[in-house]
């Protein structure tokens, strides 16, 4: 009974925890640019986030180390530097972003700009951090924003095409405009393939005290949930498609993409963006903070757990209290959001293969699976995904600049 | 030898940045007239809050300015940049009343103002398709 509840929860909270500001940001100007045209895109990057979810809560129920700390271990300090401080100014990046989010939420049911929000916006983030539990901030947050299923609600009464949504499912090559195509489907890689939730995942099995029984909970969770996080990711992208398109509108500010609902749903729809995008950044602000806490933590051997009380876990509470304050200024500066949001998609795809790589390696390592380690399609499957981030990161910034 | 690498990197990115061409700036203004046409409908059913659509009126007046300016350095091949100008000014100046109509809560006037400006939309479109096509 446990367990079913463990299932039911962990794909409730994998649903309404999927979307942020990446994934939205870009599902909806590539909707609006290319209509069903970049639903493939969505598709792959939720099928290496499904095995990479899966295999980062195996590798933790079973070893019963989180991926942080058996990097280290396995390759030691050196290379363990490397990998910190590429994956730790990402995750910083997409911080920035997330609280971004929330403040550009505010701003627009408000009026008041979202510099204004960036201490209060914070200062609440760290608090839940500060006085919350893992649980709260893994199904806190996550059930708030299961109020994103209005997406698909949206693309339903739009009444799409699903003959043309199908053959978006397959990869192709528009007529024009191929750089920003391009772009667009390594920013929605980038945001699908988010090595923060491979982190955070893998401390959470140890949180909650998974072991080897967890092994079929966890699979279904990584599938079903990321499987119906993907499916709101892409009914984002088909209600863009079916709104903007008609009205000859390119998405490129928070403020356009606040339309995205009204024409389907004219009476909530505004509302129901807002509170999407608030609740749903909210978490994985939350997520991220606790993300680069664990790194820390879990690198130099500290002690942590978001379970226990700050003064027995003071450098752990340190550690997001510093970067949460730190992620506050460039929003005070007024830095617009969205370009760090687009600009840490770039930066997520070149780290991706310094994050998966050794990942790789801790997947074959009988010492720590044993008889649970990967086989050849989960090999395979982690193999493309380093070749497609080895791609990305290679192609990502000169099409940002090509692609505006 | 890195250092050789990294510059040559460098000029690849650097060439590969290219300035938005002129049909590209006919997109963006047709986009952002489009905008401002969405958030005015969207106020007309009383679904979005009047700060909001102020703020979205706002930003499309100025966003269309900047690319108007840009239009007016640089016209588009083929296109009659006389009557560009002046349908962009007019969208222009539609969108600020726009703004001054919620103010005023005139329901009426707004929606003969949207009306207006929908116009316009299709003869940028219009003007826009008769363009040169895009490389």
Avoid at chain 1, 32 to 40: M, V
Avoid at chain 1, 227 to 255: H, I, K, R, W, Y
Wanted: glycine residues 8%; contains cysteine; hydrophobic residues 50%.
């Amino acid at each position: 009974m446990k367990k079913v509840l463990a299932i039911t929860l962990g794909i409730v909270t994998s649903v309404g925890g999927f979307l942020e500001i990446g994934s939205v940001t870009t599902a909806v100007q590539a909707g609006a640019a290319f209509g069903y045209q970049l639903l493939w895109a969505i598709l792959l990057g939720t099928a290496c986030l499904v095995f990479l979810v899966e295999m980062s809560g195996r590798f933790s129920a079973v070893s019963r180390h989180t991926i942080v700390d058996a990097t280290r271990e396995r390759f030691g300090f050196p290379f363990f530097a490397i990998v910190m401080v590429g994956v730790v100014l990402v995750f910083f990046m997409v911080l920035v972003a997330e609280l971004g989010g929330i403040g550009l939420s505010l701003q627009i049911l408000t009026g008041i700009g979202f510099p204004w929000w960036a201490v209060p916006v914070s200062f609440v983030v760290w608090f839940l951090m500060w006085k919350g539990t893992f649980g709260l901030i893994e199904n806190g947050a996550s059930i708030l924003g299961l109020v994103t299923i209005s997406f698909v609600v949206a693309a339903v009464k739009l009444n799409p095409d699903w003959g043309a949504a199908a053959h978006g499912l397959l990869p192709g090559m528009p007529g024009t405009d191929k750089a920003k195509y391009g772009f667009l489907a390594v920013s929605i890689l980038g945001a699908s393939i988010s090595p923060h939730l491979m982190y955070f995942y893998s401390s959470g099995a140890i949180e909650d005290e998974w072991d080897k029984s967890y092994i079929p909970v966890n699979r279904f969770i990584a599938t079903l949930g990321m499987t119906f996080g993907g499916v709101l990711s892409m009914a984002a992208l088909v209600a863009a498609a079916l709104t903007f398109q008609p009205n000859g509108v390119e998405v490129d500010t928070f403020e356009q993409s606040a339309l995205l609902m009204t024409t389907a749903l004219p009476k909530w729809g505004f509302f129901l963006f807002a509170a999407s995008m608030l609740f749903t950044c909210l978490g994985a602000a939350l997520e991220t903070s606790l993300a680069i806490a664990y790194f820390f933590a879990q690198g130099f051997g500290w002690s942590w757990s978001e379970d226990l009380t700050p003064s027995k876990n003071a450098r752990f509470c340190f550690v997001y209290t510093i970067i949460i304050l730190l992620a506050a200024v460039p929003l005070l500066m007024g830095i617009d959001p969205i370009k760090v949001t687009l600009m840490s998609m770039a930066l997520t795809a070149a780290t991706l293969p310094l994050a998966v790589a050794p990942f790789l390696f801790l997947m074959n390592d009988p010492i720590y699976l044993g008889e649970h380690r990967n086989g050849w399609i989960s090999n395979t499957v982690v193999a493309i995904t380093i070749l497609i981030s080895f791609v990305l990161a290679l192609i990502a910034i000169p099409l940002q600049i090509l692609g505006g | 030898m890195w250092i050789k690498r990294l510059l040559g990197l460098s000029l690849i990115f650097a060439t590969a940045c290219k300035p938005p061409t002129p049909a590209e700036q006919m997109e963006s203004a047709l986009s952002w007239i489009g905008t401002a046409g969405m958030a005015g409908k969207a106020w007309l059913r009383h679904t979005t809050p009047d700060t909001y659509t102020r703020q979205t009126l706002e930003l499309s007046h100025d966003k269309l300015g900047q690319l108007a300016d840009e239009l007016l350095k640089s016209p588009p091949p083929g296109a009659d940049s006389e009557s560009l100008n002046s349908v962009l000014a007019r969208s222009r100046k539609r969108i600020a009343r726009l703004e001054a109509l919620i103010t005023a809560k005139n329901v009426r006037g707004f929606a003969r103002e949207l009306d207006a400006l929908r116009a316009d939309q299709r003869l940028v479109k219009r003007m826009s398709d008769r363009m040169e096509p895009n490389e």
